[in-house]
């Protein structure tokens, strides 16, 4: 079957640096995705990895190793708004396969 | 620009029932999909569409049909609602080249 895994919870301070992380065993892969999801709303997206590396979007940095089926979201002085999911997709034959998310908890 | 187009925003049925959930996008977007989002989970493929003509069943197509009317429009149909579809319902779209999927606003139902 596919799956993506990825921690439940994450808990971290205002102003400090989370990493959460992701693997996956798919069918087929075309890209990781990043999304968040703030409580009664939509996904929105984030950030998207085709190829091995990092790519980096203001607070917001993501990550893959294809040859490890492993990627990770760092998030970056970290803010309250930051309080939500997130989820790590992936591209698989036409199909967008998630994780079940990873809620992030931020105090004060 | 609406981007994805949901309706309607809460449903309530009752068990039996039969409703079509409609959704609309407007950015030429070849593929598109039907999720379901239970309490504290992750999005469940339901049916994709990768192309107007198309429709394939995703992880939990059970209890429900789809049609991809046109490009911009896919719908998805309970037929007999039950109690096990309580659940958030979001349509998204993206283009087969692009990376990032939009989704509606999503639909809350529940099956009484």
């Known amino acids: 079957g596919q799956s993506l895994e990825q921690p439940s919870e994450v808990t971290a301070v205002e102003g400090a640096i989370v990493q959460i992380n992701c693997t996956y065993q798919t069918s087929g892969f075309y890209g990781l995705s990043w999304y968040q999801q703030h409580d009664g709303g939509a996904p929105t997206f984030l950030s998207y990895?085709?190829l091995d590396g990092l790519e980096e979007t203001g607070r917001f940095s993501s990550f893959l190793s294809r040859s490890d089926s492993y990627g990770y979201l760092l998030l970056q002085e970290l803010q309250m708004k930051d309080s939500a999911s997130y989820f790590c997709a992936v591209d698989s034959n036409y199909q967008l396969i998630w994780g079940a998310g990873t809620k992030l908890i931020i105090k004060p | 620009n609406a981007g994805v187009t949901q309706t309607p925003k809460f449903q309530v049925l009752k068990t039996g029932q039969s409703m079509t959930l409609q959704c609309a996008q407007d950015?030429?977007?070849?593929?598109m999909y039907w999720y379901r989002q239970d309490p504290g989970m992750g999005l469940r493929l339901i049916y994709y569409?990768?192309?107007?003509?198309?429709?394939d069943k995703g992880e939990v197509p059970n209890g429900y049909n789809v049609s991809r009317l046109n490009k911009r429009e896919f719908s998805l149909r309970l037929e007999s609602a039950a109690p096990s579809q309580t659940s958030v319902y979001f349509c998204a779209s993206k283009d087969r080249l692009n990376t990032e999927a939009f989704f509606g606003q999503g639909t809350r139902l529940t099956v009484v």
């Open positions: 569409s990768a192309s107007e003509g198309t429709t």
């Open positions: 950015m030429n977007h070849n593929s």
């Open positions: 990895n085709a």
